[in-house]
C-alpha cells in the first residue's frame, strides 16, 4: 500500500502542468467542519475589530453587491468550489458566499502563525524565517516556525483573540496545511492584524511577496495580479485530485478579499483559471483597478 500510494503522488505530480504542490497527501479528504478548537468564540457574524471609521468612511462598494452577485461570482469558478468573502475595513460591512465553508488552509496557515510569533519577540532569525514565510511562502521556514512556535496552540491562540468561529489546528500534528480556515475568517483576520501592533511589519512581509516561491511556484494568482494589493497565496495538491489554491488580501487598502478554492479537475492550470475568473468578477463588483492575472 505505502508503495502504491508513493507512486501515485509521483504520478500526479509531473502529469499535471506546473504542479508544485506545498503539500501532497496520500490520503482522501476527511471530515474538516468540527469547528474552532477555542469554544465560546461568539456567533458566526463578522465583527468589526479595527478603528472605527464607519461614520467618516466614503461610500463602501459593497453596498451594491447583492447575493445574487456573490453567487454569480463564485459561479465564475465553474467546476471548483468556492469560498468567498469581502470585509470593508472602513465600514464592517461584508457580503460573502459559503463564507463559513471549512476549507483545508494550504500556505494560509503561515499567516495565523505569523501574527502569534511576533508576539512572542521573535529574535532576528525568526524574523527572517517569518518573513520567508510570508512572501516566499518557504515551507522549510513555516516547518522550523511551526515547532518553535507552538503552531498547534498558536491556532487556538489566533483564533480566540480574532474570533475566527470556523478555524482550528489539524488533526494531524505535523500537517500544518490541514489547519482549517473559513473565507469568512480570513477577512476577520486582517481586520484583526490591521488593528494590531504587528501591523506594520506583517503588511510590509506580504507587500514584499516575490514573484516565484521558494518552491518555484508562481504567485502571479488571484489577489496577486492586483494593482494595489498584498496577500497570502497558498496552494495543495490533495490525492486523489483536489487542487487548493487560495488569495487572501488587501485590495486599495479598504477591502480585506479572501478568495478559497477546490478543483476537482487534478489539474492546476484549470485551478488557476477557476480561481482568476473569482477574483477578477469580485473586483469588478468592487470597481478596483486591476492589472494583469495569469493563468
Known amino acids: 500500500m505505502r508503495w502504491t500510494l508513493i507512486v501515485l503522488l509521483v504520478v500526479a505530480v509531473f502529469a499535471i502542468p506546473d504542479a508544485s504542490p506545498c503539500l501532497a497527501h496520500g490520503k482522501r479528504s476527511a471530515d474538516i467542519s468540527r469547528g474552532p478548537d477555542v469554544l465560546?468564540?461568539?456567533d458566526a457574524d463578522i465583527s468589526h475589530t479595527g478603528s472605527d471609521t464607519s461614520e467618516t468612511a466614503s461610500p463602501s462598494a459593497i453596498s451594491d453587491i447583492s447575493a445574487a452577485d456573490t453567487s454569480d461570482i463564485a459561479a465564475a469558478g465553474g467546476s471548483s468550489d468556492v469560498g468567498l468573502?469581502?470585509?470593508?475595513l472602513q465600514t464592517g460591512q461584508v457580503v460573502s458566499q459559503q463564507g463559513d465553508k471549512p476549507f483545508y488552509s494550504a500556505s494560509l496557515s503561515?499567516?495565523?502563525?505569523?501574527?502569534?510569533?511576533?508576539?512572542?519577540?521573535?529574535?532576528?532569525?525568526?524574523?527572517?524565517l517569518i518573513r520567508r514565510a510570508l512572501s516566499a511562502s518557504d515551507d522549510n521556514a513555516m516547518d522550523v516556525l511551526w515547532t518553535r512556535f507552538d503552531g498547534m496552540g498558536?491556532?487556538?491562540?489566533?483564533?480566540?483573540?480574532?474570533?475566527?468561529?470556523?478555524?482550528?489546528?489539524?488533526?494531524?500534528?505535523?500537517?500544518?496545511?490541514?489547519?482549517?480556515?473559513t473565507a469568512n475568517d480570513m477577512v476577520r483576520l486582517y481586520d484583526h492584524i490591521l488593528a494590531s501592533p504587528e501591523r506594520d511589519e506583517v503588511v510590509a512581509m506580504l507587500s514584499s511577496a516575490t514573484a516565484t516561491a521558494a518552491?518555484?511556484?508562481?504567485?502571479?494568482?488571484?489577489?496577486?495580479?492586483?494593482?494595489?494589493?498584498?496577500?497570502?497565496?497558498?496552494?495543495m495538491y490533495y490525492l486523489p485530485s483536489d487542487v487548493y489554491l487560495h488569495s487572501a488580501g488587501v485590495v486599495d487598502d479598504r477591502y480585506a478579499v479572501a478568495v478559497l478554492t477546490t478543483s476537482p479537475t487534478g489539474n492546476w492550470t484549470t485551478a488557476r483559471e477557476s480561481i482568476n475568473a473569482v477574483t477578477t468578477a469580485a473586483l469588478a463588483k468592487l470597481r478596483a483597478t486591476t492589472g494583469p492575472t495569469r493563468p
Open 215 to 235: 518552491d518555484g511556484f508562481d504567485q502571479a494568482f488571484g489577489l496577486l495580479g492586483v494593482t494595489g494589493a498584498y496577500a497570502k497565496q497558498g496552494w
Open 85 to 88: 468573502a469581502i470585509l470593508d
Open 110 to 128: 503561515k499567516l495565523i502563525l505569523a501574527v502569534d510569533a511576533l508576539r512572542q519577540q521573535p529574535s532576528d532569525e525568526d524574523k527572517d
Open 40 to 42: 465560546d468564540t461568539g
Open 154 to 181: 498558536a491556532i487556538g491562540r489566533v483564533a480566540a483573540e480574532a474570533g475566527l468561529t470556523g478555524t482550528h489546528a489539524p488533526d494531524d500534528p505535523s500537517q500544518w496545511g490541514e489547519v482549517v480556515i
